[in-house]
C-alpha cells in the first residue's frame, strides 16, 4: 500500500491545485491513484473541453435543424446525425491528431484517421470516405521533410487498408506551422435512420463488453501529457508514447461492429479513443440511467505488467465498449468469433449512481461518472484583442508594389501556381486510395468530395474542408467565417445542396489572452454565420497548444461543410469540359489583397484587412448554384489565388484553355481574392438562361469570354499555354519532395 | 573488412501488428503452442577498413538515424567479423 501521507503526483499528470483539490472535494477523501488517473485525462484540455466550452457552448443555441430536416443526433454525440432523404441519414466529424502527428508522423496520422472512423462507426453508421485537412511548415524546411512524408504515409496507409476512399482535404503550408503540424481527419458515415446509436448504458443487469484489440501501453498519459501541454516543455511525464495503428484490426471491428448493430444487439457503445477506458466507462455510465461496475483485471492485455491506472489511460487503438442485454450476449460472443475479434464481460450496469471500478478483488475506483465525464472544471480564461491587431490591419497588402505590364502579370501567375500552397497537390493525393468502393463522384482536385450513398436512386453528399489562417489571423471573426462560406461554395460548387457544418478549431495557447481572443471571436463568428445560413454545427473538435515556444500557429478554425445532391450523375464538375462554351464569373470582385496567396508569395507580407464577408450573397449564390445543376458545364469556386488560379485550375482539368476580357485593373481582376464568386461555363445557346437565373438570384454575372485553344490568354495583357502552366503547377512538391 | 549486424525490434510496449499477424497465422497452419511473435529487421553491413571505435559509433548513429525508428523501434548493434 502507499503511504496516505505522500504527495500525490497530481502536478506531474497535468492537474492543478485547485483540480486536485475539487477532486478530493467530490469523493470527499484523497483519491486512489486510479481515480487520479481518470480524472487527470478526462479533465485535461483534450477531453474537457475546459477552456473553450465557455464559448462552444454558442453552438447549441443554432437550431438543430438543417434546410432538409431536423438532426437526428446533435452536438454532444460522438458525431452528429443528419437527415438526407430516402430514410438515409449521413455522420461526418472532423477531429484533430496534430502533436501525436509532430512526435511520430506516420503512426499519428494514421490512428488520428483510425480515431475518427470509430467514432463514426459508434453512431450506428458505415464509414464510407475520409479527407484530411493538413497544414505543414514551409515547404524547403527540414522539419517538413521529415514530417510531411511520414503523415501523408500514415493518412494513406491506415485509410487504404481500411478500404476508404479520400476524397479531398487541404494541404498548406505556412512557418508557424513548423515544429507544429496539424493532422486533422475527417470521416464520413451513412445510416439507416432506424440504425442510428447513442453511447449511453442503460437497463439495470446489462453487460459491459470490451471488444477488439487488446490493451497495452500505448499513448498512456498522451491524452493529457501530448494533447495539452508543449513539447519544449520538460517534465518526467511528457516522455512521448506512441500509439500504433493496425488497420486490419480496425476493418475486422467494423465489419464486426455493424453485423452486430444490424442484429439488434447492442443498447449502447462507446469507441475507445482519447483517455481510452477512462472516457468509454464514464461517458458510458453518466449518459446512462444508471451506474457500472468494470472488474479491470478482465480486460485482456497485450503487456501483463500494466498497472490498473495504466490500464485506464491506454489509448491502444481499434477498441470498442459495448452495452449488451444478457440475453443477447452469446450471440454478441459469436459475431465477435466469427470476425475474430476479441471480446470480455468486463462489467455490468447497475442500480447505484456510483462508477466502480475493482482490480482483482480491490475497489480501485469509486467515482459519480459525471464528475468524471461532464464536471470537469470551466474556465473563463482572460481574452482581450491583442496589441498588435490594430498594427497588423493598418498595414495592408493594397499597399505594396503590383506588377503593372502584361509581361509582369504573366510572370506573377506562373510564380503564385507553382507556390506551395497553389500548386498540385498530387504527390499527396496520389497516395491515397480515392476511388475505392467505387462511390467515389468528386476528389481532389475538385472543389469538394461527393460520393453516392444510394446506387439505386443515385443520392450522394458532398463535404469539403476549408481555412486560410492568414485571414483568421487578420482578423478571426470573419476568417472563420470566411473558412465557412467557402467550404460552403465549394460543397455548393458541385451542386449539392450545403446542410451543416463540423469543425475543427487549432489554436495556440489559451493561457495566452491574444490567442483566447482569436478562438472567442473565431466561435462567435462561426456561430453568427450558420444563424444567417440556416445550418447548424454538428459537431467537432478543438485543439489548443499549438504552437512552437512563444509562437502559436496561425488560428486554424478549420470548418467542414457537408451537403446532399439528389442525383450524383448530374453534378456540376470542376474545370473546362469542352471548348467553345461561355466563361462566366459570378459575384462582385472588390480590391482585396490583404492576406491574399500573392501578398504572401510575391511580398511574404501578412496584414490588413481579410476579404468582406457577405453571408446573404454566399448564400444566393448557392442556391443559383444548386439550381444551376443541368444548366452549368462546370464550376469552380474562386479563393486562394484568385481569378487567375482559377482559370489556371479550370484549365488543367481537361487541357483546354480559355480567352478571356478582364474588366477594370486586370492585376485587381486576376489576383484579388474576394469571397462569394465562382467561374462557371454553359452552352453557348444557355447564356442567356444564365443570366436570367443570376438575376433571379440577384448574383452579378459578367461574361468572362471562351473557352478554347491551349493557353489562357487574357486579352490584351497575356497568353500563357497550358503546357507552360502545368510545367510550373505541377514541378513543386516533386522537386522538393523527391520522386 | 568487418561485418557488422544491425537488429532493429519494435519497442516492447508498442503494438507490432505483422507480429500479430504471424501469431494468428501459425495455429492456422497447425504450428501450436507459440504464444508471442515480435517481428523485427535485421541490417548486415560490410564496413571497409578497420573497425575502429569512431567506426563503430557512426554505425550507431546510422541505426539511430536512419536504420531505426527511435521513437518506436529499439535496435542493437553487433559485430561479427
Known sequence: MTDPDREQPWADLGLKADEYAQIREILGRRPTS?????????????????STKVHLKQFSEIPQETPVGKMLAGIGENAGVLDVGQGYAVTFKVESHNHPSFVEPYQGAATGVGGIVRDILAMGARPVAVMDPLRFGPLDAPDTARVLPGIVAGVGGYGNCLGLPNIGGEAVFDATYLGNPLVNALCIGVLRHEDLHLAKASGVGNLVILYGARTGGDGIGGVSVLASETFDADGPA???SVQVGDPFMEKLLIECTLEIFAAGLVAGIQDLGGAGLSCATSELASAGDGGMHVELDRVPLRDSTLAPEEILMSESQERMMAVVEPADVDAFMAICAKWDVEAVVVGEVTDGDRLLIDWHGERVVDVPPRSVAHDGPTYHRPYARPSWQDALQADGAEALPRPATGAELRE???????SPNLCDKSWITDQYDRYVQGNTVLAQPADSGMIRIDEETNLGVSVSTDCNGRFAKLDPYSGAQLALAESYR????????????????????????????????????????CLELGIPVTGGNVSLYNQTGETAILPTPVVA??????????????????????????????????GSEWANVVHGHLGGKPPVVDLGAEKALAELLVEGVGLLTSAHDVSDGGLAQTLVESALARDIGVIVTVSGDPFVALFSESAGRVVVTVDHSDAERLQELAAKHGVPAAALGVTGSDAIDVDGQFALPITEARAAWAATLPSILGG | MARVVVDVMPKPEILDPQGKAVLGALPRLGFDGVTEVRQGKRFELEIDGELTEARLAEVNEMAEKLLSNPVIEDYAVTVVA
Not at chain 1, 34 to 50: D, P
Not at chain 1, 412 to 418: E, G, M, N, Q, R
Request: proline share 5%; charged share 25%.
Open chain 1, 34 to 50: 486510479s481515480e487520479l488517473a481518470m480524472y487527470s485525462v478526462m479533465w485535461s484540455e483534450h477531453c474537457s473541453y475546459k
Open chain 1, 238 to 240: 511528457k516522455r512521448p
Open chain 1, 412 to 418: 506573377t501567375v506562373l510564380k503564385l501556381v507553382a
Open chain 1, 490 to 529: 465549394n460543397v455548393a460548387t458541385g451542386g449539392a445542396r450545403p446542410l451543416a457544418i463540423s469543425d475543427c478549431l487549432n489554436f495556440g495557447s489559451p493561457e495566452d489572452p491574444d490567442v483566447m481572443w482569436q478562438f472567442a471571436e473565431a466561435c462567435r463568428g462561426l456561430k453568427d454565420a
Open chain 1, 561 to 594: 461543410v457537408l451537403g446532399v445532391i439528389e442525383d450524383v450523375t448530374k453534378r456540376t464538375p470542376t474545370g473546362f469540359q469542352s471548348a467553345g462554351e461561355v466563361v462566366f464569373l459570378l459575384g462582385e470582385t472588390r480590391e482585396e489583397l490583404s
